[in-house]
């Protein structure tokens, strides 16, 4: 799964640690996910849907080898 | 997050201090082939050693014991258990992935060392491979975790 968190973070200007504050998760989390290191849960994506007001699809899809 | 079966956070640095006291003890009594510091106490042993001229400690009923080995394993069994399973300061479900994985490991290499020990080590030194690996799978698990946390911190720092 790929996503174009960092993208949408340069769009609403927040960092990783104040995205991470407003989702109550670790920096690390944040990281990692943005190097497509880990797939989030179900509730982790819907949380940041909510912070960039955008829907799931929007901000995470499919790669090729899932 | 809710997390299930870990302790709080706050327990994790009396978990260091039980566990590196325990360490300590067990290391000196190894030293010193498990006779020096010897604390005697009366112990009851529910399962003991057949009755003969030279057993101390028969079953069922009250005898004598050094207990320093008794007490070092169970401060590593139980500071182990508390480093390994409080939960960090910013405790969340990568770190619980993270965990999850280390345990899954440190299984691995706990068994892959003590199927190796079954094939080549015998008697009196498989006994005290045995004596070990009561901690092994504990330890590796706390060394692998805290190792990859440390990894995943690290990552950040680049990331500035």
């Known amino acids: 799964m790929k996503n174009n968190l960092k993208v949408e973070r340069a769009i609403k200007n927040i960092t990783q640690a ?42 995470f899809f499919l790669d090729v080898e899932d | 997050m809710k997390t299930r079966y870990l302790f709080p956070n706050s327990y994790k ?11 300590v003890l067990g290391i000196i009594l190894s030293i010193n082939d498990f006779e020096y510091p010897n604390w005697s106490a009366n112990v009851f042993p ?14 069922m009923a009250w005898s004598d014991n050094n207990i320093a080995d008794e007490l070092a394993s169970l401060m590593i069994i139980i500071g182990g258990i508390l480093v390994a399973f409080s939960k960090l300061k910013d405790e969340d479900e ?3 992935t993270i965990r999850t994985e280390s345990l899954i490991w440190a299984t691995y290499v706990n068994y892959i060392i003590l199927i190796l020990s ?8 498989f006994f005290n491979v045995l004596i070990y690996n009561m901690f092994t799978i504990l330890l590796f698990f706390i060394l692998r975790f805290h190792y990859l946390i440390f990894k995943t911190k690290k990552m950040i720092r680049y990331e500035e």
């Open chain 1, 18 to 59: 104040q995205l991470a504050q407003l989702i109550n998760v670790s920096r690390q989390t944040i990281n990692a996910m943005e190097l497509n290191k880990y797939v989030p849960s179900t509730v982790l994506a819907l949380k940041i849907s909510k912070i960039f007001e955008k829907s799931v699809n929007e901000i």
């Open chain 2, 13 to 23: 640095l009396f978990g260091w201090i039980i566990l590196i006291i325990g360490m």
């Open chain 2, 46 to 59: 529910l399962i003991g050693e057949k009755e003969g001229v030279l057993t101390s400690n028969v079953s």
């Open chain 2, 94 to 96: 990568y770190s619980a």
């Open chain 2, 118 to 125: 079954i094939v080549f080590v015998f008697d009196m030194p």
